[in-house]
């Protein structure tokens, strides 16, 4: 059975949005999750220390996922490059896909940083 939701709008200060938009981002949900698991948090008799600690966890193991994705595309990519040793006539397609391959690494690494920051500024590394 779907959970019964309330839908509604609330007006707060633009700087208090950013910040909420800020911590979603930090953690990984949307806006709307950021909210709804800070006002959750905020009646329960969990400690803000216990809540940090799930945060952290989450983002290390989004961190460690993301990881093990950079180096299996990195692999994939020295594939690539000894194919195109191999068969010079495919050297081109080869490189098409390597320069997709490159892009997607680009991204990750730049996933992986962005969470390395935020876990940084909660004082883990």
Do not use: C
């Not at 809540?51 to 020295?78: F, P």
Request: charge should be negative; aromatic fraction near 6%.
């Amino acid at each position: 059975m779907k959970e019964d939701l309330y839908r509604s709008q609330f007006r707060f200060p633009y700087s208090l949005y950013e910040k909420l938009k800020e911590a979603a981002e930090q953690n990984r949900r949307s806006v709307n999750a950021e909210l709804t698991a800070r006002l959750e948090q905020s009646f329960s008799a969990r400690s803000l220390d216990e809540v940090e600690t799930e945060s952290v966890v989450r983002l290390q193991q989004e961190l460690t996922r993301l990881h093990i994705k950079s180096v299996g595309l990195s692999a994939e990519m020295i594939k690539l490059r000894r194919e195109a040793e191999a068969d010079p006539a495919k050297a081109d397609e080869l490189q098409a896909i390597a320069i997709e391959k490159a892009r997607e690494i680009g991204e990750t690494e730049y996933e992986k940083q962005k969470i390395a920051s935020a876990l940084s500024n909660m004082g883990y590394s």
